[in-house]
């Protein structure tokens, strides 16, 4: 259970703001996860994460889409308010789906605020040119906490061509750097940096003071975050390098199916006491 500071079940546990989750870096590792529904946050609630983010990863893992491109801001208000019935304590980010920013500061700030009613307490946009920077500064203006993301944007995979290594050749890794320094700038108080090289996260995570949260990025992010259902082993198949298991739940789930559908039909189940007389 929690190892390092009190749970919410701990009565004197006080809620991550923003300002909490900043002045984390360079005192204490930040431990962030995705979620996207009641029952899983209230387990994340018993133990010490920090951050949750409602991660559009929703497309992949939750609807089975190849690319987060289809999943829409109605979806992720949804499940954000899911998210939010189930979690006292961590922080609650999430993400901008595609094309609920991109297209204008206005937009980006009506579908902010959605999802701050519908229970985050920040968001996530993706990219770190000027564009986007633009309408971040726009969105921190009128009180709308602001997660950046570097490194490798899914929402932009058909730009990159694949879900691939970012960050790799000298330029790629300085404007990366730079805009980094940039997105702090325009107000963001963290920054995600996906499947970059680790010197390349190293060199950024030194370089601006607010925290950043790797993933695929090395071991020397001032936090880190991975996909809950590729942490718990929910898809076998799917095992990236950056992913550590830290169960296979995919084999305890099948178990289970196959020993009630056994029971089933055997007659085993219900039983009297499983029965109204
Ligand atoms: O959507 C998501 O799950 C994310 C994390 C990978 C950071 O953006």
């Known amino acids: 259970m929690s190892r390092h500071y009190p749970s919410s079940a701990d009565p004197k546990a006080k809620p991550f703001t923003v300002p909490a989750i900043r002045a984390l870096k360079g005192s ?3 431990a962030a996860i995705t979620c996207y529904d009641a029952s899983f946050a209230r387990l994340i609630d018993q133990i010490s994460i920090q951050l949750v983010l409602v991660g559009d990863s929703a497309a992949n893992v939750i609807y089975g889409l190849d690319t987060t491109l289809p999943i829409g801001i109605e979806e992720m208000m949804m499940h ?5 019935a189930g979690l006292s304590r961590a922080l ?8 609920s920013y991109q297209p204008s500061a206005e937009t980006a700030i009506t579908n902010a605020g959605k999802l701050l009613q519908s229970g985050a307490r920040a968001v996530k946009v993706e990219g770190g040119g000027s564009h986007i920077r633009g309408i971040i500064s726009k969105l921190v203006e009128v009180g709308i906490p602001v997660m950046g993301h570097l490194g490798l944007l899914p929402q932009s995979v058909h730009r990159s061509g694949g879900y691939k290594l970012q960050g790799r050749d000298a330029p790629d890794a300085e404007r990366m750097l730079v805009e980094a ?6 107000g963001c108080f963290s920054v995600v940096l996906e ?10 995570t030194s370089a601006v003071s607010i925290p950043t949260i790797g993933i695929g990025a090395g071991q020397h992010c001032d936090g880190q975050i991975l996909v809950l259902y590729d942490l718990l082993g929910l898809d076998p198949a799917f095992k990236p390098r950056f992913v550590r298991r830290y169960a296979e739940l995919a084999d305890v789930i099948k178990q289970a199916l196959a020993d009630y559908a056994d029971d089933v039909m055997g007659g085993k189940f219900p039983s009297d006491e499983e029965s109204f007389p």
């Open 181 to 186: 320094k940039l997105l702090e700038e325009a």
């Open 195 to 204: 499947k970059i090289p680790a010197d390349l996260a190293q060199k950024i």
């Open 80 to 84: 954000t308010r899911a998210v939010a």
């Open 92 to 99: 609650l980010v999430s993400d901008m789906p595609f094309l």
């Open 28 to 30: 204490e590792k930040i």
